[in-house]
T-cell receptor
Framework: NAGVTQTPKFRILKIGQSMTLQCTQDMNHNYMYWYRQDPGMGLKLIYYSVGAGITDKGEVPNGYNVSRSTTEDFPLRLELAAPSQTSVYFC???????????FGQGTRLTVV | RKEVEQDPGPFNVPEGATVAFNCTYS??????FFWYRQDCRKEPKLLMS???SGNEDGRFTAQLNRASQYISLLIRDSKLSDSATYLC????????????FGAGTRLAVHP
C-alpha cells in the first residue's frame, strides 16, 4: 500500500529558484494538507484542500502556492526560494473531517 | 498564545517508568483530539485518538478535559522503543478540518 507519496525526498535549491514538491495519495481521501517543520519545532500548516478544485491558506502560506486538480494530487509550488524556506515539508491526507491523517515521508529542502 | 501548547521536554526516564505528557488548547471550538508519535527524521503517525470518556490502548492512556481544555497522555512501563516525540493535535469545528499541531514533547527512555 503506497499511502501518501512525496517526491523528491531531498533537494537543495539556490536562492530565487523555483520548484514543485509533489504529493499523491491512493486512498481516495478528500482532505489533503501541506505542513512544514523547522528543527525542534512543531508542524505549521501551509495550505490545505477539502477536495478537487478547493484550496485554502493555512498558518504560513506566504511564498507558496498549491493546486488540486484531482483527488489524488496536491502539489506545492515554491516560486522564489528563500533561505527561510529551508525546512522539512510533509504532505498529509485524511478521508474526512476530524479523522486520522496519514503523512508522506517528507521532503527535506535546503535553500542556499 | 499558541493554539496548542505542550510540555517542551525532553523527558528522560528509565525503562519501566510511568510518564505523563500534558497539552492545552486555546480554542473551545476544538472538536477532535489526537496524539501522534514522530520518530527522529520520520513522519508523524497516529498513536491514538482522545475521547471525552478517556481511552486506553495497552500501555497508553489518553484523557480529555473539555472544561479545562486539557489533554493528557500516560505511558506506563516505558520501553526503549517509546523514545520519540509525542505531538498533541486538535481539529477545529465550524469549517474545514484543520489539524493543529503542538510543538511536541520529546521522550528518551534509557536502560
Amino acid at each position: 500500500n503506497a499511502g501518501v507519496t512525496q517526491t523528491p525526498k531531498f533537494r537543495i535549491l539556490k536562492i530565487g529558484q523555483s520548484m514543485t514538491l509533489q504529493c499523491t495519495q491512493d486512498m481516495n481521501h478528500n482532505y489533503m494538507y501541506w505542513y512544514r517543520q523547522d528543527p525542534g519545532m512543531g508542524l505549521k500548516l501551509i495550505y490545505y484542500s477539502v477536495g478537487a478544485g478547493i484550496t485554502d491558506k493555512g498558518e504560513v502560506p506566504n511564498g507558496y502556492n498549491v493546486s488540486r486538480s484531482t483527488t489524488e494530487d496536491f502539489p506545492l509550488r515554491l516560486e522564489l526560494a528563500a533561505p527561510s524556506q529551508t525546512s522539512v515539508y510533509f504532505c498529509a491526507s485524511s478521508y474526512e473531517a476530524h479523522t486520522e491523517a496519514f503523512f508522506g515521508q517528507g521532503t527535506r529542502l535546503t535553500v542556499v | 498564545r499558541k493554539e496548542v501548547e505542550q510540555d517542551p521536554g525532553p523527558f528522560n526516564v528509565p525503562e519501566g517508568a510511568t510518564v505523563a505528557f500534558n497539552c492545552t488548547y486555546s480554542n473551545s471550538a476544538s472538536q477532535s483530539f489526537f496524539w501522534y508519535r514522530q520518530d527522529c527524521r520520520k513522519e508523524p503517525k497516529l498513536l491514538m485518538s482522545v475521547y471525552s470518556s478517556g481511552n486506553e490502548d495497552g500501555r497508553f492512556t489518553a484523557q480529555l478535559n473539555r472544561a479545562s481544555q486539557y489533554i493528557s497522555l500516560l505511558i506506563r512501563d516505558s520501553k526503549l522503543s517509546d523514545s520519540a516525540t509525542y505531538l498533541c493535535v486538535v481539529t477545529l469545528s465550524g469549517g474545514y478540518n484543520k489539524l493543529i499541531f503542538g510543538a511536541g514533547t520529546r521522550l528518551a527512555v534509557h536502560p
